[in-house]
């Protein structure tokens, strides 16, 4: 995977502070009637202490480690990518303090976190920067494009062994494209995209995209895409996915760039060699833009040599970059988002973007500019366009630190963030004063937050297209195994499905009364009236027909019941004290291992929020991780008014801090629409005082005209100047200005919605 560029951090915007409750837009619907609506609207459940004084740190929080050994010294631009097997390797770079290029290797040991300095042979590359190192095939590092010590922009592939250390730079055929540097890289189908830099005598911005094909060494023609540097670029769904960098304009935006790869000949097929198309060289005249100056075409250096000092390049430049390239074959999109509670400001902050499993994710770290309370950590949905923030900037990161490289295994699972401490006197384990650019380490495990990986990872959304009458009808092939034991799925025996076991629930009857689904049953504060979900006279389900070998392969707990030949082994039949269709919907996990059932699949066996808490609390007794962590990603990002207070009562008894916490904070940042819903009138009194106690001790509800003044514009300001927080000090009795202002100065400050 290739490293992240952190993005230059800008001032933030006047009388900016990030929202102490996490969660989902506030615009989310809800069942509750408009007069509700409008009175939740001004109302406000508020902290009115330090954050230090908050028992919000009890959940999960990534660990810093300080690392050992030969630590680079305050390298930028260089490439840092996790390689597997816990090794992160760091190639090239310049040193901030003496603006000297590096070639140098580097091995981080993330068991030991020692870094070492790797002996490599071979076709050594000259020293670079800004150049893209991507993993390909577990055991090879692809290095593109960088600029030298004598800032020529460079266009060459070199190839690092890491089994033997041995650099080898293949013999390449097609047109070149342009040498650049701050450009993303991104492997699809043994194609190395190439997308967007900066080149030329004046940092031109190139706005082209290309591949080169590594079973032929070939590269295609370069395309129009986008006009980016310092940028992030992903695969996922047949797309090529930026996001963020800086534009032509040297802005740091927000726009999110895709390109669909799928059924375009251009990209299915790999690249004629010495069939190149003319076509479409000249320049639009609708475009502003002016070609590429002459002065900018050569690929390499007036020496005619690439990145290796040593070795003359192939091929000469293409002619074809000396013009623009026709528009991308495939159909591009883009999307700007403008604002919102969720939407993670590209303009303050060092950000860090990164992707796993059909989600983008955004790390807002610390900066000269903003502090940790400010930072948060943000998630883009890809299929459904949607923000959530995952957890605000205290709850991830610690003060004193700053963040300058992040890299992802290849499960997307874990991110590692490289840095080193901002305080001028810290000192190493050795007692030595802390000169190191990347002296540290934080380790954040994204399964904490609910995230599946790739391993996990399903098939792209379908319910965002309807497909067309013909498309339902046609003969499918065979999906997978799951997918075709869905079929069997609950078929009474006389169908001829095989199925010689019986589950059965609660009735339906129950559901509605059970809002709180199985989590009521297996609560270790019942209350007397509570005692009814247990009893023997109970309504029974209908039967749900199921194979015995599936579940005693799928599920250790019926295994061990079988296998000591329990009453069930014997009936043939099994009762399951939670509602229908959690039973249902457990059970066709067991399947099918999805809880988000297909479009082929039969409709009834959809299960909605209420039903995967109520898995997540059966994955805790049953202890089942996979389904888990299905239900944490689930539950994460459909969380709703509606469902608030049900997953929160579900994440509290199978004990998931996190999701818990976000729920509560949801609950409170929406809390005069939560009190209105079924959820939380259901609630038992015991688990009613719990939520309430979610905020911390000195908090208050506010409204009116105190909301108004507290709150002030969009922006933070009102039209005399004055910022949401001086008003707020204002509105507050003289006795809590004191205490106020300390917490606006300190790092432990307040935060305000």
């Known amino acids: 995977m290739a490293h992240s560029h952190p993005s230059t951090p800008l001032a933030p915007a006047p009388g900016t502070s990030s929202s102490l409750f996490g969660g989902l837009a506030a615009s989310m619907t809800s069942t509750s009637n408009p007069a509700s609506a409008a009175s939740s609207n001004n109302t406000y459940i508020m902290p009115n202490s330090p954050l230090k004084n908050r028992a919000t740190m009890d959940g999960y929080r990534p660990k810093v480690t300080r690392t050992l050994g ?89 190839i690092f062994d890491l089994k033997t250390a041995h650099w080898t730079q293949p013999q390449v055929s097609g047109p070149i494209p342009k040498g650049r540097a701050r450009h993303a890289a991104v492997l699809h189908e043994d194609k190395l995209f190439i997308v967007g830099g900066i080149t030329g005598h004046d940092n031109y911005v190139l706005d ?8 032929t ?25 930026v996001y963020g960098g800086l534009s032509e304009d040297m802005d740091k935006v927000s726009d999110l760039w895709w390109l669909d790869l799928k059924g375009s000949p251009a990209f299915d097929s790999p690249p004629q060699v010495g069939t190149f198309d003319r076509s479409g060289l000249a320049r639009n005249a609708s475009s502003p833009r002016q070609p590429y ?3 900018q075409s050569p690929v390499v250096g007036t020496s005619g040599y690439a990145a290796n000092s040593r070795t003359a390049q192939v091929n000469p430049p293409s002619f074809q970059l000396k013009t623009y390239a026709p528009p991308a074959p495939g159909i591009i999109s883009a999307l700007k988002f403008v604002g919102g509670p969720n ?64 890299t992802m295994n290849e499960d997307g699972t874990k991110a590692w963030l490289l840095g080193c401490p901002t305080d001028a006197g810290a000192l190493d384990m050795g007692g030595n004063a802390l000169e190191e650019y990347l002296s540290d380490i934080m380790e954040i495990d994204l399964r904490r937050y609910g995230f599946l990986g790739e391993n996990f990872a399903g098939e792209p959304r379908t319910d965002l297209v309807r497909p067309s009458s013909r498309a339902r009808h046609r003969e499918v092939p065979s999906k997978g195994l799951g997918a075709d034991l869905a079929k069997l799925f609950n078929q009474p025996p006389e169908t001829g499905s095989g199925t010689d076991f019986i589950v059965t629930a609660l009735s339906n009857e129950y559901d509605e009364e059970a809002i709180v689904g199985s989590a009521l049953v297996h609560s270790a504060d019942q209350e007397d009236g509570d005692q009814a979900w247990l009893s023997p006279d109970a309504p029974t389900s209908p039967p749900i027909h199921v194979h015995r070998l599936i579940l005693q392969a799928r599920w250790p707990h019926f295994a061990r019941l079988w296998s000591s030949q329990m009453a069930e082994f014997h009936t043939k039949k099994m009762h399951i004290p939670e509602p229908y269709t959690v039973v249902r919907a457990f059970l066709y996990y067991l399947y099918t291992d999805r809880i988000d059932p297909s479009s082929d699949d039969d409709e009834n066996a959809t299960a909605d ?54 729920a509560a904070s949801f609950c409170m940042t929406h809390w005069g629409r939560i009190v209105r819903t079924v959820g939380f009138q259901r609630l038992s009194r015991t688990a009613l005082v719990e939520l309430s106690q ?20 969009i922006d933070g300001r009102f039209n005399d100047g004055s910022s949401a927080i001086s008003r707020r000090k204002e509105s507050i009795s003289s006795n809590q200005t004191q205490m106020l202002e300390s917490e606006v100065d300190e790092d432990e400050g307040m935060e305000m919605n």
């Not at 950590?377 to 991830?396: C, F, M, P, T, V």
Request: hydrophobic residues 40%; charged residues 20%; glycine residues 8%.
């Open 343 to 406: 939407v993670p400001s590209q303009m303050q902050g060092i950000h860090f973007h990164v992707y796993s499993s059909g989600t983008l994710l955004d790390f807002v770290t610390p900066a000269a500019t903003i502090t940790s309370r400010e930072c948060s950590l943000s998630a883009l949905d890809l299929g459904a366009l949607r923000w959530q923030k995952l957890a605000e900037g205290r709850e991830i990161f610690k003060s004193g630190y700053r963040w300058h490289y992040c």
């Open 609 to 662: 929020l209420s039903d995967v808490a109520g898995l997540l609390v059966m994955s805790n007794i049953y202890n089942i991780p996979h389904l888990r962590l299905l239900c944490v990603n689930r539950l994460s990002k459909e969380l709703d008014v509606d469902h608030a207070c049900i997953i929160w009562f579900c994440a509290s008894i199978a004990n998931e801090e996190w999701l818990r916490k976000r």
């Open 70 to 158: 030969q630590r680079p010294a305050c390298l930028v631009n260089a490439s840092v990518t996790y390689c597997g097997n816990n090794q992160i390797y760091a190639f090239g770079g310049f040193d901030q303090y003496t603006d000297e290029v590096y070639n140098h290797v580097l091995r981080l040991d993330l068991v030991s976190h020692q870094w070492n300095l790797v002996d490599n042979y071979g076709d050594i590359p000259g020293v670079r920067m800004g150049h893209t190192a991507t993993l390909y095939k577990g055991d090879k590092l692809l290095v593109f494009g960088g600029e030298n010590e004598h800032r020529t922009y460079l266009s060459d592939l070199i």
């Open 694 to 713: 979610e905020i911390d001790m000195e908090g208050r509800v506010i409204g009116g005209d105190e909301l108004d003044m507290m709150v002030g514009g």
């Open 208 to 215: 082209d995209i290309c591949y080169l094909d590594l079973k």
């Open 293 to 295: 100056p002459a002065s």
């Open 217 to 241: 060494f070939t590269w295609s023609r370069a395309w129009r895409f986008v006009g980016r540097f310092d940028h992030s670029a992903y695969i996922w769904s047949d797309k090529v996915w």
